[in-house]
C-alpha cells in the first residue's frame, strides 16, 4: 500500500521568512495530493490539492510543488504570519485510498 | 459549505465499556471515513463506508466497529474500550473519488 514521508516534524521560522515542508510517496498510481492545515482543536482543513497532471500550483501565500518522478511534493509558505502556526498534513490518494503524512508542526514566531 | 459535526469533543470512558462515537454531515456525500489521530503518526484509517449499509476495513480496524444505517451518519463503536484506544477520533467525508476530504472537529478520547 501507499506509504507517505514528511519532514521536517517541526519546524520553527521568523515571521515573515518562507516554510517548506517535504513529503514523498511510494504509489506510482497516487494521482490526488492535498494538504491539510489543523489548528489547535479542530479538524484538519484543506488549504491547497495538487492533481497529478500538474507540476505546481500557487494560491496567494502558499504553493504545492509536485516531482512525478521522484515521487515527493512539497508546501511553500513565504511571508509566514503567526496564524500561520498549525500543524500540516501532506497526503497522497488514489480513488477513496487517502494516507497522510505524519504531520509538521509548524510555529512562526513573531 | 460542508459541516460535518461529531457527538462529542471530548470523552472519558473506563476500559471495558462499550463507546459509541457519532459523526453527521450535512452535504448528501457518499463516503465517510474514521480515522485515529495520534502524534509522530498522522492519520490512520480505521473503516470507511461508500454507501448505506456499506462498510470497509481500513488499516486498523480492530477492536472497532462501524455502522451506517442513513448516508449521513456513520457510527463508530468501540466494543470493549481499552487503554491503547486513547486518541483523537477524526470523522470525515467527501463526494466521489479522488477529491477533498472535509473533517469533522474530532473527538478526544481517553480510556482509564
Known amino acids: 500500500g501507499e506509504n507517505v514521508e514528511q519532514h521536517p516534524s517541526t519546524l520553527s521560522v521568523q515571521e515573515g521568512d518562507s516554510a517548506v515542508i517535504k513529503c514523498t510517496y511510494s504509489d506510482s498510481a497516487s494521482n490526488y495530493f492535498p494538504w491539510y492545515k489543523q489548528e489547535l482543536g479542530k479538524g484538519p482543513q484543506l488549504i491547497i490539492d495538487i492533481r497529478s497532471n500538474v507540476g505546481e500550483k500557487k494560491d496567494q501565500r502558499i504553493a504545492v510543488t509536485l516531482n512525478k518522478t521522484a515521487k515527493h511534493f512539497s508546501l511553500h509558505i513565504t511571508e509566514t504570519q503567526p496564524e500561520d502556526s498549525a500543524v500540516y498534513f501532506c497526503?497522497?490518494?488514489?480513488?477513496?485510498?487517502?494516507?497522510f503524512g505524519a504531520g509538521t508542526r509548524l510555529t512562526v514566531k513573531p | 459549505d460542508v459541516k460535518v459535526t461529531q457527538s462529542s469533543r471530548y470523552l472519558v470512558k473506563r476500559t471495558g465499556e462499550k463507546v459509541f462515537l457519532e459523526c453527521v454531515q450535512d452535504?448528501?456525500?457518499?463516503?465517510m471515513f474514521w480515522y485515529r489521530q495520534d502524534p509522530g503518526l498522522g492519520l490512520r484509517l480505521i473503516y470507511f463506508s461508500y454507501d448505506v449499509k456499506m462498510k470497509e476495513k481500513g488499516d486498523i480496524p480492530e477492536g472497532y466497529s462501524v455502522s451506517r444505517e442513513k448516508k449521513e451518519r456513520f457510527s463508530l463503536i468501540l466494543e470493549s474500550a481499552s487503554t491503547n484506544q486513547t486518541s483523537m477520533y477524526l470523522c470525515?467525508?467527501?463526494?466521489?473519488?479522488?477529491?477533498?476530504?472535509?473533517f469533522g472537529p474530532g473527538t478526544r478520547l481517553t480510556v482509564t
Open positions: 497526503a497522497a490518494s488514489r480513488a477513496n485510498d487517502m494516507r
Open positions: 470525515a467525508s467527501t463526494q466521489g473519488k479522488v477529491y477533498e476530504q472535509y
Open positions: 452535504m448528501d456525500h457518499e463516503n
